[in-house]
């Protein structure tokens, strides 16, 4: 099955700085999708973006579908942006496969 | 709208016991699913319906089982409980069969077994 690669596994910033996290996948995907999951567990869509860029404030993300991967931006970061971010996938299978996750922590 | 909601939020189980994971959305989505959370990883999808009466497996079925008798429900059946089984489950939901959609994720449950 698809592979999905996410790094760095761990991350730790000091507020206002800027971040780029990284998504890899194995193979050709008609779906991606960026997610935060809050020092709570809930989980929030951030973006669909199976391919091109799109930006919400202070997040951005750009797929390059050609050569399989995404990275989503974090720009002027906040503490309340700490969680774990994780991308996901789909195989034209209506299967959602997630990536290990982004762990971030940002201090004050 | 309440969204997606899962009970119970907490449950103990001893090894051998079965027990059903509540999920309800009242979004009027047609894709459901349940997916497990082990510490330091990823989701992994248990069970998928795109709608009311159909289901199919995931990545990691073994041990649940699923139905989807209306478009708001769809519970996860625990048959016989194991330590392996003890995790953080969620329950997700969105607009179209194609999960492209935004997906909406409930609180979720966590699960000990003993």
């Known amino acids: 099955g698809i592979q999905v690669e996410q790094s760095p596994p761990d991350l730790i910033l000091q507020e206002g700085a800027n971040s780029t996290l990284r998504c890899n996948f194995s193979?050709?995907?008609?779906?991606l999708q960026w997610f935060h999951q809050n020092p709570w567990g809930q989980l929030i869509n951030l973006f669909y973006?199976?391919?091109g860029t799109k930006q919400n404030g202070r997040l951005s993300a750009t797929t390059v579908a050609t050569e399989r991967y995404s990275l989503l931006y974090i720009s002027s970061s906040q503490t309340t942006d700490s969680g774990v971010y994780f991308c996901?996938?789909?195989?034209?299978?209506?299967?959602?496969?997630f990536g290990t996750g982004t762990r971030l922590q940002v201090f004050p | 709208n309440a969204g997606v909601t899962q009970t119970p939020k907490f449950q103990v189980l001893k090894t051998g016991q079965s027990m059903t994971l509540q999920c309800a959305q009242d979004?009027?989505?047609?894709?459901m699913s349940w997916y497990r959370q082990d510490p330091g990883m990823g989701l992994r999808l248990i069970h998928y319906?795109?709608?009311?009466?159909?289901?199919d497996q995931g990545e990691v079925p073994n041990g649940y089982n699923v139905s989807r008798s209306t478009t708001e429900d769809f519970p996860l059946r625990l048959l016989s409980a194991a330590p392996s089984q003890t995790s953080v489950y969620f329950c997700?939901?969105?607009?179209?069969?194609?999960?492209?959609?935004?997906?909406?994720f409930g609180p979720g449950t966590r699960l000990t077994v003993l």
């Open positions: 997700a939901s969105s607009y179209q069969v194609d999960p492209a959609n935004e997906q909406f």
């Open positions: 193979d050709s995907v008609n779906n």
């Open positions: 973006i199976p391919s």
């Open positions: 996901a996938v789909e195989v034209w299978t209506d299967k959602l496969i």
């Open positions: 979004m009027n989505h047609e894709y």
């Open positions: 319906s795109v709608g009311a009466g159909i289901t």
